[in-house]
């Protein structure tokens, strides 16, 4: 019940090859990886890319119960669609081994997909996901976009998902402490029964962006105008190197069909 192994979008150092890419490689190779697994129609596909995940696994250097506790939160979406695949399929009068099939097939994409996405925070820093957003989302700003707003917005979000999940836990244990019953009852009690945990959470959430707010004005933030980096983004020949693989590997499962 309690959220203290919970570590979602927690950067986890090891030092590995993949934590020393440039961040604008790896969201670019992410992009690729995503826009292939996506449209893919056949369980081979699935496999092969499942493959792929874990030799990247291994190269980060993380253990596989870091990446599955990081994942927490997506098995649930994950049993959902299983789950809708199912109904929606039999209300089509679609067989049962048919409808078990096409669920256990879109689950799995779904999640090979997310474990990817997973693997973007956990092998880059909060600050590097942010300049490397920044930088990719430039281009946009001559068309009046705010890039450095977006990306900024995504770097605190991704920085104060931790800290949250432990102030969520520490509110829980209070109100299981005052003989709350949150893990009891049907969905509709148990929904009751969060209320007393959802309500100071929103109060600490707006109270924590209230001093960031502050803390950012009493240090004269004015946007990316003029900003200079602590850590200039430095873009090498292995990050080409592992676009260029991630763009032929992308094109090699399109054109075998997976």
Not at 70 to 87: D, M, Q
Not at 98 to 122: C, D, E, G, H, K
Not at 128 to 156: K, N, S, Y
């Amino acid at each position: 019940m309690y959220l203290t192994n919970i570590n979602l979008g927690q950067y986890v150092p090891t030092g590995s090859f993949i934590h020393g890419l440039d961040p604008r490689a790896k969201l670019l190779s992410l992009l690729l990886i995503i826009s292939a697994i996506f449209p893919s129609r056949t369980a081979i596909g699935v496999v092969l890319w499942a493959g792929v995940l874990v030799a990247i696994v291994a190269a980060s250097k993380i253990p596989w119960n870091i990446v599955i506790i990081s994942a927490r939160p997506v098995f649930f979406l994950v049993v959902f669609t299983f789950l809708f695949h199912i109904v929606a399929s039999l209300f089509r009068n679609t067989g049962m081994l048919q409808a078990l099939n096409m669920a256990f097939f879109t689950s799995s994409r779904l999640l090979v997909l997310m474990l990817f996405a997973v693997m973007l925070p956990l092998t880059t820093a909060p600050l590097e996901l942010a300049d490397g957003l920044d930088a990719m989302l430039q281009p946009l700003e001559r068309f009046r976009f705010p890039a450095h707003e977006c990306a900024m917005m995504i770097g605190m979000a991704l920085r104060f998902i931790p800290l949250l999940m432990q102030e969520t836990d520490k509110i829980m244990r209070a109100q299981l402490s005052r003989g709350a019953r949150l893990d009891q009852g049907n969905i509709f009690q148990r929904v009751k029964a969060f209320f007393p945990v959802l309500i100071p959470l929103l109060v600490i959430i707006f109270r924590r962006a209230d001093e960031v707010a502050i803390a950012m004005e009493a240090r004269g933030y004015e946007g990316g105008a003029g900003r200079t980096r602590r850590k200039p983004l430095i873009w090498r020949k292995t990050d080409t190197l592992i676009v260029i693989l991630s763009g032929l590997a992308v094109a090699l499962f399109i054109i075998l069909g997976a």
